[in-house]
């Protein structure tokens, strides 16, 4: 007897053999309205691309497989969520962690959806019919995460009192708008194609394998499956993204007249892959920091995803191509292998009276493993919890000078690495309309030069309060932001703590 | 770019899937290297080769019939390009220089 067909199998089996004819007829010219009204040439790419019968899905994913395998993804992560809520899971969860997730779901579920709204926008404009499939599926990826950062939130809320707030923490929040300023610009590209560079090259290839892999690592590692499960999920359809990613970078640079291409297109690579390290670098304090059981530091994550995955890795077969390393490359890699982690960290330590989430001093255990990672950190930051352990607050009082372009308080120092915690830094300033902008580094100079008025406009939260747009007052400033009494401070003076380390039968 | 070429590097989520893959990754590539995560399982294999995933070998490692699309629901990261992603093997490689 013949071997039994599987007839569904044969089908996919079709479909993947004739992917093309698939997407191919996704290109029709409009008769009801005209081509202008379903995409009105503003919004279309003005790359002077020829031919785009270069690009190729290389996962060659059709839609009835695409809600498959998302439908798989879901079903676990929906079971780990059930089974964290049935087993109280989160009363286990290292206190420490708990905080950092507080910071965490608020910023990602709405970057997520600024994703969303990026998508909509290259699948609807592409000018070619597989790209705008892939597009389409991203979207609905963005949506997903958003989603289930938001659900993650509903199964927190119960725990955590500060999660109620989350959507006026992201509007008012001071740290927030460095996330918010992020997103909404990628939210509102210059051509549909930056998009792509932002998202797909800059952020997927770069950045989001150490939020979204290295993080949930040391999310399980703390008692967190949620988080892990939730987050290596998420990775698992940027893979997707970043095949797509590159493959649309390989038909950019592929065209016949890719030296016209090719100064936009390296301005892209620039500016994002410095907007995406000023704004990710502060995975660092989840893996340094909030971590109590450590799986990686930053600079090794950093190695591992950045270095070696996007610069000695991807971009190493787009240089023959004609693209360049990233222009603040150099600046990069010294303050993520030296000092943007600590950096931050000392800084949310100073304002965590404004603060919605806890933060808390460094244990001899944690300095032992970051003078083992960071052999300068007692030069970095080492000096300053010294002060703290010796009954300084370690806090201070005033908003801080804001960078004009990443709305990140200026505690940078890339230029001068011989003495990071000075106190001074190279103050950088360019006067446009007026109006005299402040920069934490030549990176985010360099790209408000490029283009002031798409930043020029925005204020920061200490200009706001300087011109009386926002509170001057503590209280009615931490009210503004969405804080209520009680919340931030610092961990090792609640009671939760202590209730942690005796249900672990450690010492306070 | 740079002097260093990196290696070909596959993260899945860990549990009997990634662990068949890797299996079946040795076999055809004795040079892949296995790290292990807390819930992630990384299969590095040197640059100058290629990192092939059969279909047969990983049904015949997990004892069950497997689709490599599925694949995707627990991969967490990848380093090299998808030359092929048929449904009889998956193989990832640097480009041509």
Partial sequence: MAKK????????????????LTTADLEWEPTYVSKDEVSPPERRTRLPVKDWSKFEDPFKLFFEDYVRVQAEKETVFHDAIRLAERFG?????????????????????????????????????????ALAMASFYQLLDELRHAQNDVHAM??????LDELKNWAQLYQNFWAMQVFRSLFEDMATPSDPFELVFHTNVALEMGYTNLLFVAAPTAGAANGDRVFAQLQMSTQSDETRHIALGQATLRALLEQENRDELLPTLQYWFDKWTWRHHRVFGVTGIFLDYFAE????????????????????????DFEPLGLKPPRFLDDIIKEAENYQSHQVWKLAFQYNYLNFFETFPPTEKDKAWLREKY?????VVGWYWEQVEHGDPGIV?????????????IVYNPNDPDHPTNGSFHLRTTRYNGRTYYFCSDGCQYIFEHEPEKYAHAKTLTELVIEGRAPADVEKLREYMGLEPGWGGNLFEKPIWKEWLASQGREG | MTEVRSDLRLELMAGEEAEAIARAVQELNPEAKIE??????IIRVPSNTRMVIDRVRVEEELGRPYNLRDIQTI??????????????????EWMER
């Fill in chain 1, 5 to 20: 067909v599987d007839f569904r199998e044969a089908t996919l089996r079709q479909l993947y053999e004739n992917y093309g």
């Fill in chain 1, 89 to 129: 899971e989160a009363r286990r969860i290292n206190p420490r962690w708990v905080a950092g997730m507080k910071l965490y779901y608020p910023a990602v579920a709405q970057s997520e959806a600024e994703a969303h709204r990026g998508h909509l926008g290259l699948s609807r404009h592409s000018p070619s019919p």
């Fill in chain 1, 154 to 159: 509903r199964y927190w809320v119960r725990y």
């Fill in chain 1, 293 to 316: 059981n450590k799986t990686l530091s930053y600079k090794e994550a950093f190695k591992k995803y950045f270095i070696e995955g996007y610069i000695q890795g991807l971009l190493e």
């Fill in chain 1, 375 to 379: 052999p300068n950190w007692d030069q």
């Fill in chain 1, 397 to 409: 009082q005033g908003l801080p000078l804001i960078c004009n372009l990443c709305q990140f308080p």
């Fill in chain 2, 36 to 41: 292990e995560y807390p819930g992630l399982l």
């Fill in chain 2, 75 to 92: 991969m967490a990261a990848f380093y090299g390009y998808w030359k092929e992603t048929s449904p009889d093997r998956w193989v990832l």
